[in-house]
T-cell receptor, first 114, second 112 residues
Framework: SQQGEEDPQALSIQEGENATMNCSYK?????LQWYRQNSGRGLVHLIL?????REKHSGRLRVTLDTSKKSSSLLITASRAADTASYFC??????????????FGTGTQLKVEL | DTEVTQTPKHLVMGMTNKKSLKCEQH?????MYWYKQKAKKPPELMFV???????INESVPSRFSPECPNSSLLNLHLHALQPEDSALYLC???????????FGPGTRLTVT
């Protein structure tokens, strides 16, 4: 079963506005990652936040992590039409043999209109 | 080179066919992954290879058979698939544990 639940499922905003997506998960994690997917193509990694971090920034992206509430949020500031995509959180529970096991959330479909 | 390549981009196959999907990366990553993604759903992990050895099989039916011939190459052999196996198949790689994954563009598979 999916570990992460995201809300909202869909979000429509105007260019220049901020977009916030939330992710909740159920078990302990090593880290949490956010990915973007454009129109049924491959996923692009956006940001990784480790379990001992509370906040991380990358350009127009800000991610927070609250391990006590098992939740994370992704904020995209000053959105652009090119930000239109599906956004997934993914929790990493780690693997003993190498590699990392990512379990993806349900995703938020963001549409940024001109 | 931070690219993961997948071939073919599209594949249509009958239920009695045998076909293979190919994935390649030249980033020196030691972990490689296969995911299956249905429309409007998140990717679901199928297999993980670490240092060319299968480390995770997420209870995938035997009609899907992964192979890792070397550290840069990952194959997924398909045989006797069902229409419900139609999906986007994504390959990914990562340096090792607790690192981000790099995804290929996927192979869109249709089983008729």
């Amino acid at each position: 079963s999916q570990q992460g639940e995201e809300d909202p499922q869909a979000l429509s905003i105007q260019e220049g506005e901020n977009a916030t997506m939330n992710c909740s998960y159920k078990t302990s994690i090593n880290n949490l990652q956010w990915y973007r997917q454009n129109s049924g193509r491959g996923l692009v990694h956006l940001i990784l936040i480790r379990s001992n971090e509370r906040e991380k920034h990358s350009g127009r992206l800000r991610v927070t992590l609250d391990t006590s509430k098992k939740s994370s949020s992704l904020l995209i500031t000053a959105s652009r039409a090119a930000d239109t995509a599906s956004y997934f959180c993914a929790t990493d529970s780690g693997l003993t043999g190498g590699g990392n096991k990512l379990t993806f959330g349900t995703g938020t479909q963001l549409k940024v209109e001109l | 080179d931070t690219e993961v390549t997948q071939t073919p981009k599209h594949l249509v196959m009958g239920m009695t066919n045998k076909k293979s999907l190919k994935c390649e990366q030249h980033m020196g990553h030691r972990a490689m992954y296969w995911y299956k993604q249905k429309a409007k759903k998140p990717p679901e992990l199928m297999f993980v290879y670490s240092y060319e050895k299968l480390s995770i099989n997420e209870s995938v039916p035997s009609r899907f058979s992964p192979e890792c011939p070397n550290s840069s190459l990952l194959n997924l052999h398909l045989h006797a698939l069902q229409p419900e196996d139609s999906a986007l198949y994504l390959c990914a790689s990562s340096r090792d544990r607790v690192y981000e994954q790099y995804f290929g563009p996927g192979t869109r598979l249709t089983v008729t």
